[in-house]
C-alpha cells in the first residue's frame, strides 16, 4: 500500500521508492474500496512529489489544489489591488494548465482511451473557461468578484470530473513509465507557457474557441485566423441566396403586369 511506503520514504529518505511503488500498484488489484481508493491515489501522489518524478496525474491534481487555493485566496484578500496581483497569478497557472492538457494530456487520453463524451466535454468546457478567464480580467472593481466566482467555479466542476472521472481511466489504462513520461513533457511545457504573457495565450485560444475549434493545432495562429472568416461568410452566403431567389418571381411578377397592360394599351 501507498502508506507504507510513504512511511519507508519519510523514515528513511534513502529508499529507492520507484519499484515498490511499481510493485505495490500491481498488488493492488481491485479489492480496495472508494475511499481505499482515494487515499492510496493521494498517498501515491506524495510519494511522486518527494521522489521528485510526478506522473501526469499527479501533477494535475497538484496544480488544481494550487488554482484551488489561489481561489480562496482571492475571496478572502479584502483588498482589491492584492486580490487583482492573485489573480495575475491564478491566470498564468490556469493558462499554463490548459496549454498542457489541451497540447499533450488530452491527446495521450484520445489515443489511450478513444474519443468519448466525457473527453468532448472536457475540451468543450476549457473553451467555456478561457471565456470566463478572458471576462474576469476584464472587470471593473464592480463587478470583478461576480466574475471571478463564475470562473472559479467553472473551474472548480472542471477539476472535479477530470478528477473523479477522467484521471482514474487514464491511471488504469496508461503504465506507471508512460505517466512519468507524459509527466515531465507537461512539467517542462507548463514552465514555458507561464513565462509567456497570459494574455496573450487566452485571446489566441479565445479566437480557436469562437471559431468552433475545441482542439488545438499546431498551426494554430494561422488556423484561428482564417477560421473565422470562413465561418463568418458560410452564413452571409446561405442568407444571400435566399433574397436573390425572393426577388426573381418579384420581377417576373412586374415584367408579366407590364407586358399585360402593353397589351391592352396596344
Ligand atoms: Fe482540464
Ligand atoms: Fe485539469
Redesign the pocket.
Known amino acids: 500500500m501507498a502508506l507504507h511506503l510513504l512511511c519507508d520514504r519519510l523514515v528513511n529518505p534513502k529508499t529507492k521508492t520507484k519499484r515498490r511503488t511499481q510493485s505495490a500498484n500491481q498488488e493492488r488489484g481491485g479489492s480496495l474500496g472508494t475511499v481505499g481508493r482515494v487515499v492510496d491515489r493521494a498517498l501515491t501522489a506524495v510519494i511522486d512529489v518527494l521522489t521528485d518524478e510526478p506522473s501526469a496525474t499527479t501533477l ?1 491534481v497538484k ?2 489544489q494550487l488554482v484551488k487555493a489561489l481561489f480562496k485566496q482571492i475571496e478572502g484578500t479584502p483588498a482589491h489591488a492584492d486580490k487583482l496581483e492573485l489573480f495575475e497569478e491564478l491566470a498564468q497557472n490556469l493558462v499554463a ?1 490548459d496549454a498542457i ?1 489541451r497540447e499533450i494530456f488530452y491527446p495521450a487520453c484520445e489515443k489511450a482511451l478513444g474519443m468519448s463524451d466525457l473527453l468532448g466535454e472536457a475540451l468543450v468546457e476549457h473553451g467555456v473557461i478561457e471565456f470566463c478567464l478572458y471576462e474576469a480580467d476584464q472587470a471593473t472593481k464592480d463587478d470583478f468578484a461576480v466574475k471571478c466566482r463564475v470562473l472559479g467555479e467553472m473551474v472548480l466542476h ?2 472535479k470530473e ?1 478528477e473523479n472521472e477522467l484521471l482514474p481511466r487514464v491511471q488504469k489504462t496508461l503504465a506507471k513509465a508512460q505517466l512519468e513520461r507524459l509527466g515531465k513533457q507537461m512539467q517542462e511545457r507548463f514552465e514555458r507557457a507561464k513565462a509567456e504573457d497570459f494574455r496573450a495565450q487566452v485571446y489566441d485560444n479565445l479566437k480557436q474557441v469562437l471559431a468552433g475549434a475545441t482542439k488545438p493545432s499546431k498551426r494554430a495562429p494561422k488556423s484561428s485566423k482564417r477560421a473565422p472568416k470562413s465561418s463568418k461568410r458560410a452564413p452571409k452566403s446561405s442568407k444571400r441566396a435566399p433574397k436573390s431567389s425572393k426577388r426573381a418571381p418579384k420581377s417576373s411578377k412586374k415584367s408579366s403586369k407590364r407586358r399585360r397592360a402593353a397589351r391592352r394599351v396596344a
Do not use: C, D, M, R
Open positions: 494535475l496544480q488544481h494548465h492538457e472542471h477539476a477530470e
